[in-house]
């Protein structure tokens, strides 16, 4: 199951040019600079942007084809903006309603209920929306998409608006959405750390057009791509937590490389996180060091390495079939002999549980 979009909309400044197939399931990232485009694309998917030759099929739902244009108010979707849009006039509880009338009972697939319950916003249910933070109205927003009982969740950079503490708030709500409900969602945002937490697919997108589209580990890896270099290029991966050490109070995850030793946390065995690792706290040696604080080590093969301006140098490597960069001096690559095929060992400074 994918969706297939193909649209061309002209602009002032730039002409959205995109023909794209992305996974019907999970989270695909539109990402890229302001002004690129992601909007324009998304309002399209939506039908709010017409485009009189576009294409768009979810899945088996065709939405648009030559002649064939299904209105905005009658796809069943759920639209987060960029502002919560909330009916000033109304509750909580009332402005979810609303778009529940909306759907026939036959075709709720989240539950009223199960939309509150999963944004934790009962306690807001009979104020008004002024009497609400910006995180608290997004939530509101984020439920009230979701009781419409879409098919697919179009997100605006539904975090933009808010300050780094209300962000931080959101985020874990839209991990739960990914864990807890089969429903696809397109996010469009220009924030890395966002879509390094929440992304399994990522399109990249530039002057309205895609320039790159793939499994997001892959995309973050590729040596061709702008998010592999710079200070924050980094590693994403999944592990899976495989004990945990009372005496020291440390927590060991596994994932197809080795094993990880964090500081302990308070997770289920066999329980699945998302992890990162920044380049620049990769560095490499050629044989397995013992007499060292760095607990983290694990054999890899230099898979690529090209400059990094003129004193640097990232090198992708293939750790038990994972991805990951590290970033070094260009004399360090160079007494090291680095070259493709070569055996290494990666040490992980530090690591970043993302869910």
């Not at 905005?72 to 009916?87: D, I, K």
């Not at 009223?112 to 306690?123: F, G, K, S, T």
Request: net charge neutral; with cysteine.
């Amino acid at each position: 199951m994918s969706i297939q979009a193909r649209f061309k909309i002209p602009r002032r400044d730039f002409t959205l040019d995109v023909d794209m197939q992305i996974p019907a399931r999970g989270v695909s990232a539109i990402f890229g600079p302001s002004g690129c485009g992601k909007t324009t694309l998304l309002r399209a998917m939506a039908g709010i942007e017409r485009c009189d030759n576009g294409y768009l099929k979810i899945g088996e739902m065709m939405w648009q084809d030559g002649d064939h244009f299904v209105p905005t108010h009658q796809r069943p979707m759920g639209y987060v903006f960029q502002e919560a849009s909330l009916f000033s006039h109304l509750n909580v509880r009332r402005n979810l309603e609303y778009g529940v009338k909306r759907v026939p009972s036959a075709e709720h697939r989240v539950s009223l209920e199960r939309a509150i319950e999963l944004l934790d916003i009962a306690p807001l249910l009979q104020r008004k929306a002024h009497q609400l933070s910006g995180g608290e109205r997004q939530r509101v927003a984020i439920a009230r998409a979701l009781a419409v009982s879409p098919k697919i969740l179009l997100m605006d950079e539904p975090l933009s608006a808010l300050d780094q503490a209300r962000k931080q708030e959101i985020l874990p709500y839209l991990e739960s959405l990914h864990d807890e409900l089969d429903i696809p969602v397109l996010y469009v945002s220009h924030a890395p750390d966002e879509v390094a937490r929440l992304a399994d697919h990522l399109v990249l997108l530039e002057e309205g057009k895609v320039t790159a589209s793939g499994p997001i580990g892959e995309m973050l890896t590729r040596l061709d791509l702008p998010l592999a270099h710079g200070s924050d290029a980094a590693a994403l991966f999944q592990a899976q937590v495989a004990g945990h050490d009372d005496k020291f109070d440390l927590t060991y995850l596994e994932f197809p490389g080795g094993r990880f030793t964090v500081t302990r946390k308070d997770l289920p065995i066999g329980h699945s996180v998302r992890l990162r690792v920044t380049a620049r706290d990769v560095s490499l040696t050629l044989q397995h060091q013992t007499d060292t604080s760095i607990q983290n080590i694990f054999a890899a093969t230099v898979d690529e390495l090209i400059p990094e301006g003129s004193a640097q140098v990232v090198v992708r490597l293939n750790c038990g079939g994972v991805p990951m960069l590290a970033l070094l001096t260009r004399k360090s690559a160079t007494t090291l002999e680095l070259k493709p095929g070569k055996q290494v060992y990666v040490q992980a400074k530090s690591v970043a549980l993302l869910s």
